[in-house]
């Protein structure tokens, strides 16, 4: 059974950091692939970065570009979507995905998870 669990959301300041985490567990050896999508409330749900099995394929939209950083841990089958210089904008709930390939495409994935919120209010 395919898993993943996001953890690391929380309420910052503009200007402030969060890690998230992203643990998955029960992929298939083909599955190794992983997403960051969110979305704010109202809005549709858009890509964050992707990486793939290594380092060599990430990923970034536009508005993550230069502020949010992904890295994984394969030992500890998990992936982490650094968080820096929060806006207002970035408020949304933060999904991890797995797929079969880094892809911004929401389509590629084909196992989600539950979320994890991030606020950024002063």
């Known amino acids: 059974q395919v898993q993943l669990v996001e953890s690391g959301g929380g309420s910052v300041r503009p200007g402030g950091s969060l890690r998230l985490s992203c643990v998955f567990s029960?992929?298939?050896?083909?599955?190794?692939?992983i997403g960051w999508f969110r979305q704010a409330p109202g809005k549709e749900r858009e890509a964050v970065s992707c990486?793939?099995?290594?380092?060599?394929?990430?990923y970034y939209a536009e508005s993550a570009q230069g502020r949010f950083t992904i890295s994984r841990d394969n030992a500890k089958n998990t992936v982490y979507l650094q968080l820096t210089d929060l806006r207002p904008e970035d408020t949304a709930v933060y999904y991890c995905?797995?797929?079969?390939?880094?892809?911004?495409?929401?389509?590629?994935?084909?196992?989600w998870g539950q979320g994890t919120q991030v606020t950024v209010a002063s």
């Open positions: 990486i793939g099995e290594t380092d060599g394929f990430i």
């Open positions: 995905a797995l797929g079969s390939y880094a892809s911004l495409r929401e389509s590629t994935y084909s196992y």
């Open positions: 029960g992929s298939p050896f083909y599955k190794t692939a």
